[in-house]
């Protein structure tokens, strides 16, 4: 009997349906390796055994897959322009269109990302309307009188999403984009205040605690290890040995590296907190030769160093990068708390490392602090070392800390 037979898909409402694809199927879909910043099709449901999805939405609920994944934050490429927010406030919508625009141009988040921070907008707006019989969530926004009126507003949207949701967490995800939003519409000049900005503190929601699990050296090693082409090999190295968020590494274009001189980098000019440069501690040689490999394969090579034919960016998508790295993992056998490790597992091993090589570096600095009379080695990496010579120390360590875990 498959999965699918043993679910009892009639019994399920369409909201257990929506919370059974959040809990259940995407998480399974995403470890079979299925890249999720596009929308599923019935064969990839049908492969990890839930093809009767499709039959209980048509008989039960009668609506379509598509119109069901539209729901649960999955469209198609010509969704974007007309997207159903489900309300009659042009203006609302205007703003609301206007900022995922935003997001979609200026974040460089996924595509999946976008589109459900849409989506929980979208529900957000319709509970808005729903409770208050009118749409109009921005029109009092630039009157500081109203201020208290609309607060109280949001608040009873909220005691319906309290009611609805089942997660704390996914409350919290709610109140962060929806508080995100009207953010955005102050720095626009276009709100005076934020009404859902203190609103957590209505409730006893609990925040989860970070997940702060990192893989091991030992981990590192055995991922390398595992890779069985070029594109893999870079992957793990870009993830856990330069540190890099799998967006970056799914956008990763030639015209960003410098790899001559004594300053190997990345440089971005746009990330999460701002422009910035990645230095290129260790692997530079792997780098290049990947670089060379493209461009002699291919004449027309767009510069990505992972094309896509497929992707109008000419790039593959930060969840493409997630599931070839979790394939790898899987080949490993390597398991972070009984789980496939993600790919921030690599970021965090980046940072824990850069934290352990500092470490060792002010621990070899105690006997030159004890010879000037001090007893904090840091005085003596502020005071009597240079800022390159303070880099150049740090990154030496740095390296023969990521050599440990890449060279086998």
């Given amino acids: 009997m498959t999965e699918s037979e043993r679910i009892r898909w009639s019994h399920k409402s369409l909201d257990e349906l929506q919370s059974f694809w959040n809990k259940q199927i995407e998480p399974d879909l995403r470890r079979a390796g299925v890249d999720l910043s596009e929308r599923p099709s019935y064969q990839d449901l049908l492969e990890v055994g839930y093809g009767g999805l499709q039959d209980a939405l048509r008989e039960q609920h009668d609506t379509t897959l598509g119109e069901f994944l539209r729901s649960v934050g999955y469209f198609e490429a010509d969704d974007a322009d007309g997207y159903p927010w489900g309300i009659d406030a042009e203006t609302a919508v205007d703003e609301l269109e206007s900022y995922i625009r935003t997001l979609d ?69 709610y109140l962060g984009d929806v508080s995100q939003f009207y953010e955005h519409l102050q720095r626009r000049g276009k709100a005076a205040y934020n009404p859902a900005e203190t609103i957590d503190m209505e409730y006893g929601w609990d925040r989860p605690e970070p997940d702060n699990a990192a893989l091991s050296s030992d981990q590192v090693r055995r991922l390398y290890d595992a890779v069985e082409s070029p594109d893999e090999e870079l992957l793990v190295l870009a993830l856990c040995g330069w540190g890099l968020r799998r967006s970056e590494v799914a956008g990763l274009h030639v015209s960003q590296l410098v790899l001559e001189g004594d300053d190997p980098h990345i440089h971005f000019e746009e990330r999460k907190n701002g422009p910035g440069t990645v ?3 260790y692997g530079r040689e792997t780098l290049a030769d990947r670089i060379d490999a493209l461009g002699a394969a291919n004449r027309e090579w767009s510069g990505y160093l992972f094309p896509s034919r497929q992707a109008t960016s000419g790039h593959v998508v930060g969840e493409t990068i997630q599931a070839r790295f979790q394939r790898v993992a899987d080949r490993a056998g390597v398991r972070v708390r009984g789980e496939t490790p993600t790919s921030k597992m690599g970021r965090r091993f980046w940072y824990t490392t850069y934290l352990d090589s500092q470490k060792r ?17 840091g005085v003596v990496l502020k005071n ?25």
């Fill in 105 to 173: 141009r200026r974040r460089n988040l996924a595509e999946s990302t976008v589109a459900t921070k849409r989506s929980r907008l979208a529900t957000y707006a319709r509970l808005y309307r729903d409770v208050h019989g009118r749409a109009d969530l921005t029109a009092r926004l630039g009157d500081l009188t109203r201020r208290a009126d609309e607060i109280e507003r949001a608040i009873a949207v909220f005691d319906e999403l309290d009611r609805d949701l089942e997660s704390d967490a996914s409350k919290l995800r």
């Fill in 279 to 281: 230095a290129l501690i």
């Fill in 361 to 377: 570096l002010l621990e070899n600095l105690d006997a030159i602090a004890e010879d000037q009379g001090s007893s904090d080695a």
């Fill in 384 to 408: 009597y070392l240079s800022e390159a010579e303070r880099r150049q120390y740090r990154r030496e360590y740095m390296r023969d800390q990521l050599a440990e875990a890449f060279e086998t």
